[in-house]
Nanobody, 124 residues
Framework: PLPLVESGGGSVQSGGSLRLSCVAS????????MAWFRQAPGKEREGIVV??????TLWADSVKGRFTISRDNDKTLYLQMNSLKVDDTAMYYC???????????????????WGQGTQVTVST
């Protein structure tokens, strides 16, 4: 399995910011589509953003305008989260897939590699 290691989670007050990182070993941005997902207790896993090999993005409406995605070198993906809300509280996961790297999909079943997750907690 492809190692994906997330970091950067933590606790923040509503309105605050966090930046998550995902280091992908063995999967470059030109060879994989990568995405961020989140899952709150009792809820289904939700796709936040996908970035394709050609740097196309697709965002979930719930975070559009508040979160941004970026990457540096060829293996580190970032999720900048601003104006955080209590509803953003969840475990956040990085995912990657080397198939159909042009495909902007936020369906979790379309990703074969997953990180272990990093917890984000937003309080009032």
């Amino acid at each position: 399995p492809l190692p994906l290691v997330e970091s950067g989670g933590g606790s923040v007050q509503s309105g605050g910011s966090l930046r998550l990182s995902c280091v992908a070993s063995g999967c470059t941005f030109s060879s994989c589509r990568m995405a961020w997902f989140r899952q709150a207790p009792g809820k289904e896993r939700e796709g936040i953003v996908v970035i394709t090999a050609s740097a196309g993005t697709l965002w979930a409406d719930s975070v559009k305008g508040r979160f941004t995605i970026s990457r540096d070198n060829d293996k580190t993906l970032y999720l900048q989260m601003n104006s955080l809300k209590v509803d953003d509280t969840a475990m956040y996961y990085c995912a990657a897939d080397p198939r159909n790297t042009w495909w902007s999909t936020l369906r979790p079943e379309e990703y074969v590699y997953w990180g272990q997750g990093t917890q984000v907690t937003v309080s009032t």
